[in-house]
């Protein structure tokens, strides 16, 4: 598991602080991406982008890998931030599920009620 | 605003709670206001199985419901969303069935790294416990279907393929 310490958070947010690399991270949210791909939709240089990057990187937030020629930029959650937020969407599956779950039974309850008093009567 | 209907009683919501209670599986619990009878019916007879298992938000709609709630019968869940010609299936079979208490059934439509589920009704009063495990053969299966980012759910699946759709478009649109 990942450990985060005070200077850990200090990266994430220095690298946070820069809109830019907002905005790279939202892009990679949606695909990977080279850091030619990402210099040109932000319209920077390579160099620019290449610091951006690198400040990212540092702070843990994306993870760089060379293959070949190309060096691609994935969003780097940490295992512990990826688990607990798959957690809470497969809660919230579930959690809607379980609110029709409960329109359901609560028709069979009714059910039940007028079924009961039909015999009864 | 804000007219309350006091007609109908409407039962509060009950939290839905989710835990990885081990290395290899996942609890999830919620509480119904109604007799355990009353929701493993829910749970075990297919037409109604079928209200609530895909609900609107999931943007799918069942093609078919197929259960035969009995140990060593079979299910097959087919789904289909307006984005995709292909459907999705979820099938298995069930390993125990004891009325009002306990359900378990295989998840195979993943392969050999898919969960056993087990569901247990525990009456509680006028309530219903019921707790959902979800048991991996393994960490690195419970890993896996993490790292994949599918909850099993659609709308995800589909936010994707939306969203994918959308992307392609663009470009095309733009050159």
Redo the contacts between chains.
């Keep these: 598991m990942v450990q985060y310490g005070r200077s850990g958070f200090d990266a994430s947010f220095a690298a946070l602080s820069d809109a830019t690399r907002r905005g790279v991270l939202e892009q990679l949210g949606r695909a990977d991406a080279s850091i030619t791909d990402l210099a040109e939709k932000f319209h920077m240089t390579l160099t620019g982008m290449k610091k951006h990057v690198g400040v990212l990187e540092q702070a843990g937030l994306v993870i760089t890998e060379k293959v070949g020629r190309v060096r691609t930029c994935t969003l780097g959650l940490s295992r512990l931030e990826e688990e607990a937020t798959w957690i809470e969407r497969y809660r919230q599956l579930w959690a809607e599920r379980f609110e029709e779950l409960d329109k359901v039974v609560e028709q069979l309850k009714q059910k039940e009620k007028v079924d009961g008093r039909k015999k009864r009567e | 605003m804000d007219a309350r209907r006091e007609s109908e009683p409407t039962?509060a919501?009950?939290r839905?709670?989710?835990?990885?209670t081990s290395e290899r599986e996942?609890v999830?619990t919620?509480t119904?206001?109604?007799p355990a009878r009353?929701?493993f019916?829910?749970w075990t007879k297919p037409e109604?199985l079928k209200?609530?298992?895909a609900?609107k938000?999931?943007g799918v709609s069942f093609i078919s419901c197929e259960a035969d709630v009995r140990a060593g019968g079979t299910y097959r869940f087919v789904f289909g969303h307006p984005a995709s010609e292909q459907p999705m299936e979820f099938f298995g079979r069930y390993i125990e069935v004891t009325p009002h208490s306990r359900l378990v059934w295989t998840n195979d439509e993943g392969g050999e790294g898919g969960a056993v589920t087990t569901v247990t009704f525990e009456e509680r009063g006028a309530e219903t416990l019921v707790v959902?495990h979800d048991l991996y053969p393994s960490k690195e299966a419970l890993d896996g279907a993490?790292?994949s980012?599918s909850?099993?759910?659609f709308s995800?699946t589909f936010d994707q393929l939306d969203?994918l759709l959308l992307?392609l478009g663009a470009s095309m649109g733009r050159s």
């Excluded at chain 2, 839905?16 to 990885?20: A, D, H, I, K, Q």
């Design positions: 039962p919501k009950n839905t709670t989710v835990e990885r996942l999830v919620r119904f206001n109604a009353i929701v019916d829910a109604l209200r609530w298992w609900p938000s999931f959902l993490i790292a980012g909850t099993g759910g995800e969203e992307t």
